[in-house]
Structures are given as C-alpha cells and as structure tokens.
C-alpha cells in the first residue's frame, strides 16, 4: 500500500496549548508512530519549530514566517503561503486542523470542525469572532475535499444545519495521552493543593478556557448553593485561560464570604494530574461541546465528573460520569448529591478511568489517516480475509 503525504498547518495552535494545542500535539505524536506508512510535514509558527521537531521526530517541520504570529497576518499567509507550500512539498493531502482552511490549493484539503455551536449557541460567541468562525465553517464544508469531527454529534448537527454532506464527513475521536493524564499518588495531589493553597481543603474542579459557553457563572452559583451549609465546604477552583465571560466575575462577588473560589489561571500541564485527580469532583456544565477534551482528562485522572447531556458530552462520557442541567438550581441539587455519596463518587472514579482508555491519539491518528487516503484517492484496501490495511 502506498503511503501518503500530509501536511498538517499547525500555525493556529495558541500559545497556552489549550484544547487545539492538545489535539494537534496528540495526532502529530500517534501519526510519527503509526505502523501505516505515511510521509508527515508540519508548518507551524517559530516559537513552535523545537517542539515539533521533539514531539514528532521524523516529520519534517517547517516554520512559518515569523508574522503569523499575529491573527490578521496567519489568515492572509493562509491563503496564500500555505497552499504554495503544499504545492512545493510534494504533499497529497493539506490538513487544517482548525475551521478555516485556504479558498484554492493544488492537493485537496481537509478540514477539522470541532463542533457546530457557532451556530446552535450564538449568544455566547463575540458578535465578530462567531460571525467569522460561521463563515469559515460554511466555505470549509462546501470547498473541502473531507471535513474531519471529533464527535457523530458534530456530524449530526452538521447535516441538520447546515446540509452538510455525510458521505464526506468522518468522526475521529479525539484521545487521551496516559503519560499526561493519570491517577496520581497522593503526594502529587498535596503538592498541587498547597500550591493552590488549598492544602487542608477538599475543592471542586473545573478546567477551561472562562468563556460564556462553559457555563462557569451558574457553576459558581451552583456550588456556592451546594456547600454553603456544609462545615468543610470544599472550595471551587476555575484553572484556565481568562477568556471573556465577564459574569463569572459578578457570580463570584456575590458567593458568602466564608466560601472559597481559587483563580489560578493557566497551570502548568505536568499540574493537571495531581489538580484533577486531587478534586472531590470535576464539574463541566458546559452548554455544548464538539468533543470535551477535559471530561476525558479529568476521568483518566480518576476525578469524578459532573457534566451535562449536551450535545457530545453524553457520547463522550456514557455511564462514566454525573449529569446535571446548565441551570444552578439543578447544579446545585446534583453537586450536593455527588458531594453526599462516597459510593458514587468512587465508583464514577473507577469507570471514568476505564472509559477514558477508549480514547486515544492513536485510534485518532488511524481515523484522520483513512480520511486523508480517500481524500487523496488512495482508499483502503482489503485481503482476502476483509482485514483493512
């Protein structure tokens, strides 16, 4: 079988390597490893080129002008640098791993969507960035040669909204690196607890970019309800970038004055184990999302999740975590409950690490590498005993 050549546009992973960075570092790590012979070329902004070359040795990386690294100049340098540097590649495929992708290029192009709530959740978008984000998914789907989702609920709402084709839609889940996200020891816990301040008290998690859509001002509001009463309420940390929901700061100034919300902002990745896995619980009542990245994180880390049946939240976590609504009424109801019940909370830790094994880069890597061989016109084949190869 012949192998393909790809090219996988990493100039749009952020500085803080949240989500995005996550999946674009986990794919390029199981592709360089996969046994299915495939030519790997990375283009990516400068501050980037030494990690790319450690994290996928054997993919040829290549660094972008330095003036991608501003947002207007990386979507101009899209449309035109990108598909020439494809073009003087060699490559078969040109893969953008986030919504937008170039108008015209030689080889064909696919895209990764990773969730329609542009258009299902449009009040919790900035007005400019949500009507460009929608206008990019539109051209992706209707110029792409393949579009790649991390959910069959991305894909679901794709057809229902926006008519898009099923036959040219693939689900690849995304995956959980076990090196990154594990059970720790309880010495990495209380490490992490005291630098959050928080050695002598339990705490709830939440993980995430401060954005409307994650619901964070009703999970302050809901917590605060839920352990008010309690003699040792468990603090609630919000871990992850500042974003732009400026109610989480009215929600907090409203909680009693005895209770405890710890802002740490970003922390460090080798933190995340001992900050998920140290939680009485994780709580993610987000609106919607395209995959969940951080459930699945959470649950490799044997924290107990609570999280709501949105859109792929409840193909992601199945029978593996708790379920609330967005309102803090019932956040507030279903927290207590999982705070209550030992029981639960243990036995949610056990099948969350279990379910959380499902998911992983290279399972993720097979499927985007399928997409890319119908892409480029070089399918599967099959021997004599149906093994596909």
């Not at 972008?64 to 035109?80: F, G, I, K, N, Y």
């Not at 929608?134 to 209707?142: F, G, M, Q, Y």
């Not at 309800?225 to 400026?246: I, K």
Request: glycine share 8%; proline share 7%; with cysteine.
């Amino acid at each position: 079988m012949s192998g393909v050549r790809v090219l996988v546009d990493a100039t749009s992973v952020p500085a803080d390597r949240g989500g995005v960075g996550r999946y674009v570092d986990g794919l390029l790590a199981a592709l360089v490893a996969s046994d299915e012979p495939v030519d790997v070329f990375v283009v990516c902004q400068r501050t980037d080129a030494d990690r790319y070359v450690a994290l996928a040795p054997g993919a040829e990386v290549v660094a972008a002008p330095a003036a991608v690294a501003h947002r207007p100049a990386r979507l101009a340098w899209e449309q035109t640098g990108l598909p020439l540097l494809a073009q003087q590649l060699g490559v078969d495929v040109l893969h953008s791993p986030f919504y937008s992708s170039p108008l015209r290029s030689s080889c064909p192009i696919t895209v990764t969507i990773h969730d329609a709530t542009f258009f299902t959740e449009r009040e919790h978008y900035d007005r400019h960035r949500g009507a460009f984000m929608r206008s990019a998914i539109k051209t992706s789907l209707r110029r792409a040669a393949q579009i790649i989702v991390p959910s069959k609920a991305t894909r679901d709402e794709l057809i229902r909204l926006l008519d898009a084709d099923a036959d040219k839609t693939a689900v690849a889940y995304h995956g959980v690196d076990p090196r990154s996200f594990y059970i720790p020891d309880d010495a990495e816990k209380a490490r992490v607890a005291a630098r959050l301040g928080l050695a002598d008290t339990p705490y709830v998690a939440f993980l995430g970019v401060m954005e409307p859509r994650k619901n964070v001002p009703n999970l302050v509001r809901g917590w605060a309800a839920a352990v008010a009463e309690r003699p040792n309420p468990p603090a609630l940390v919000l871990a992850g970038g500042s974003g732009h929901d400026d109610a989480i700061d009215d929600a907090v100034s409203q909680i009693p004055s005895h209770l405890k919300v710890v802002r740490p902002g970003y922390l460090r990745f080798t933190d995340l184990p001992g900050y998920l896995g140290g939680a009485v619980a994780a709580a993610y009542p987000s609106h919607g999302e395209g995959f969940g990245l951080p459930i699945v994180e959470a649950m490799a880390c044997g924290a107990p999740v609570l999280t709501t049946p949105r859109l792929s939240l409840p193909e992601v976590g199945g029978d593996a975590v708790a379920y609330t609504t967005e309102e803090p009424e019932d956040i507030a109801r279903d927290l207590s409950a999982l705070l209550d019940d030992e029981q639960q909370r243990a036995k949610l830790s056990v099948l969350g690490v279990e379910r959380a094994r499902e998911f992983t880069w290279e399972r993720s890597a097979a499927a985007h590498l399928a997409t890319w061989r119908r892409a480029a016109g070089k399918p599967h084949q099959t021997d004599d005993d149906g093994t596909s190869y």
